[in-house]
């Protein structure tokens, strides 16, 4: 195994190994920068091996002797999109357990593609996972950046539980991750006891803890305890202002996962993004095909958790007009990378549907950008700022004024590096 890694060390490292030197400058776009500030028009952005160098109004950076520059006058600057909960690697068509180093990296590329430069994968991750991660951090990176938190923690014991979250804190996870949830009833839910030892495990080892829930008490119950992220929607019932006060008390960011829900039900019949372009150029034909078979669409039809996931959504989506309108930090996440939730497309949908649900097409940028970075302790990437990661995303049309625009995508940049079509 440990010449297998290495191997593979050199191969991931190997295709990452054509750095960019020297600067690029952006000229001229409108600069949205992630953060809370204003839109700046005619901005320049100057990138420096890989890096954010200088950010601001084209008439105060300057650019570098021997700078690439790149006019975009007339189009957008935005940095590139995190996604708060994905899964990476498992997924080829629409099945499971084909976890590879090519797999994860072809998905990485595809994330990259739709403008999604971080993704953190909340589970399912493995040694694989660990090495395209590790060798990241360099100014040659042209796919999406990886976070991982290895295995979904599950277990009878104490015992067990605490054993398995160290087995992924040795691993080098960047987050615990676990389900307190039974599945609309079809599963036993993890008792509390065991929940509290898996969170004092993860914090002993200290590592933040990303729950899986469906239940607004589940919820209540991991604030009281102290978990630190909220990855997916409470959607049994509204949420109400005292549950908003804890949120904000505990200072823990909700992750809403809608279209998550839409894929619980949305193959019932053809879906309208099965039209998309924007859908269309990246999917598998023979995946199209496999999810209109009439049996398919039947048993969907008649599946009672496509019902009861149909109806979480619509509370789902009256809760995040709440949480929004309380002040609650909202990160946009997708669960993605389980088949049929399309990586990378799925990340517009769910942007799309978080403007539908109340909040402001700006608010969502930012929730799909800087705040969903700091919610996943992505320091150095989400924003437009001096230090940061060069990720950026080039639009022609302004996603602030309508949020569909963020498929305007022109090209995609990570480190500097332009993201192969
Ligand atoms: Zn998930």
């Given at each position: 195994m440990k010449y297998l890694l290495l191997a593979l060390c050199l191969v991931v490292g190997l295709s990452a190994a054509k750095a960019n030197e020297g600067s690029i400058a952006f000229v001229g776009g409108l600069l949205?920068?992630?953060?809370?500030?204003e839109l700046l028009e005619n901005s320049t952005v100057v990138i420096t091996d890989g890096r954010i160098q200088a950010v601001g109004h084209r008439a105060d950076v300057g650019i570098p002797e021997g700078s690439q520059i790149i006019d975009i006058t007339g189009k957008i600057i935005m940095p590139g999109i995190v996604n708060a909960h994905g899964h990476v690697g498992d997924v080829i068509g629409l099945e499971g357990?084909?976890?590879t180093v090519d797999n994860i990296l072809r998905q990485l590329s595809l994330y990259a593609r739709y403008?999604?430069?971080?993704?953190?994968?909340?589970?399912?991750?493995a040694e694989e996972g660990f090495v395209v991660r590790n060798v990241?951090?360099?100014?040659?990176l042209d796919r999406a950046r990886l976070m991982l938190s290895g295995s979904v923690v599950t277990g009878d014991t104490e015992e067990e539980i605490r054993a398995e979250v160290n087995r992924n804190a040795d691993m080098g996870a960047d987050y615990i991750k676990m389900r307190l949830d039974d599945n609309l009833g079809a599963t036993r839910k993890m008792p509390y006891p065991l929940f509290d030892a898996l969170l004092d495990q993860a914090h002993k080892r200290r590592l933040p803890l990303a729950v899986h829930l469906f239940y607004k008490e589940d919820a209540e119950y991991m604030l009281h305890a102290g978990a630190?992220?909220?990855?997916?929607?409470?959607?049994?019932m509204p949420v109400d202002q005292e549950f908003i006060d804890l949120v904000l008390e505990k200072d823990v960011c909700y992750v809403p996962t809608l279209t998550r829900e839409v894929s619980t039900f949305a193959y019932a019949s053809e879906p309208?993004?099965?039209?998309?372009p924007y859908f269309l150029k990246e999917v598998d034909p023979a995946v199209l095909r496999e999810l209109m078979q009439p049996e398919r669409q039947e048993r969907m039809r008649n599946s009672r958790f496509a019902q009861g996931y149909r109806a979480g959504l619509d509370v789902a989506m009256g809760n995040i007009g709440q949480l929004y309108q309380g002040g609650v930090k909202i990160a946009m996440g997708t669960?993605?990378?389980?088949?049929?939730?399309?990586q990378g497309y799925f990340e517009h949908m769910e942007m799309h549907m978080m403007v539908e649900a109340g909040m402001s097409p700006i608010d969502v940028i930012r929730a799909s950008t800087g705040v969903a970075a700091d919610c996943i302790g992505?320091?150095?990437?989400?924003?437009?700022?001096?230090?940061?990661?060069?990720d950026l995303v080039i639009l022609t049309e302004n996603p602030a004024e309508n949020?569909?625009?963020?498929?305007?995508?022109e090209s995609v940049w990570i480190a500097g590096n332009r993201v192969p079509d």
């Amino acid at each position: 195994m440990k010449y297998l890694l290495l191997a593979l060390c050199l191969v991931v490292g190997l295709s990452a190994a054509k750095a960019n030197e020297g600067s690029i400058a952006f000229v001229g776009g409108l600069l949205i920068d992630g953060t809370d500030a204003e839109l700046l028009e005619n901005s320049t952005v100057v990138i420096t091996d890989g890096r954010i160098q200088a950010v601001g109004h084209r008439a105060d950076v300057g650019i570098p002797e021997g700078s690439q520059i790149i006019d975009i006058t007339g189009k957008i600057i935005m940095p590139g999109i995190v996604n708060a909960h994905g899964h990476v690697g498992d997924v080829i068509g629409l099945e499971g357990g084909h976890y590879t180093v090519d797999n994860i990296l072809r998905q990485l590329s595809l994330y990259a593609r739709y403008g999604v430069t971080t993704v953190n994968s909340l589970g399912g991750d493995a040694e694989e996972g660990f090495v395209v991660r590790n060798v990241q951090n360099n100014n040659g990176l042209d796919r999406a950046r990886l976070m991982l938190s290895g295995s979904v923690v599950t277990g009878d014991t104490e015992e067990e539980i605490r054993a398995e979250v160290n087995r992924n804190a040795d691993m080098g996870a960047d987050y615990i991750k676990m389900r307190l949830d039974d599945n609309l009833g079809a599963t036993r839910k993890m008792p509390y006891p065991l929940f509290d030892a898996l969170l004092d495990q993860a914090h002993k080892r200290r590592l933040p803890l990303a729950v899986h829930l469906f239940y607004k008490e589940d919820a209540e119950y991991m604030l009281h305890a102290g978990a630190d992220l909220i990855a997916h929607s409470v959607r049994d019932m509204p949420v109400d202002q005292e549950f908003i006060d804890l949120v904000l008390e505990k200072d823990v960011c909700y992750v809403p996962t809608l279209t998550r829900e839409v894929s619980t039900f949305a193959y019932a019949s053809e879906p309208e993004f099965f039209s998309d372009p924007y859908f269309l150029k990246e999917v598998d034909p023979a995946v199209l095909r496999e999810l209109m078979q009439p049996e398919r669409q039947e048993r969907m039809r008649n599946s009672r958790f496509a019902q009861g996931y149909r109806a979480g959504l619509d509370v789902a989506m009256g809760n995040i007009g709440q949480l929004y309108q309380g002040g609650v930090k909202i990160a946009m996440g997708t669960d993605t990378g389980v088949a049929a939730r399309f990586q990378g497309y799925f990340e517009h949908m769910e942007m799309h549907m978080m403007v539908e649900a109340g909040m402001s097409p700006i608010d969502v940028i930012r929730a799909s950008t800087g705040v969903a970075a700091d919610c996943i302790g992505a320091h150095d990437v989400g924003t437009i700022e001096p230090g940061k990661w060069g990720d950026l995303v080039i639009l022609t049309e302004n996603p602030a004024e309508n949020i569909m625009n963020t498929k305007t995508i022109e090209s995609v940049w990570i480190a500097g590096n332009r993201v192969p079509d």
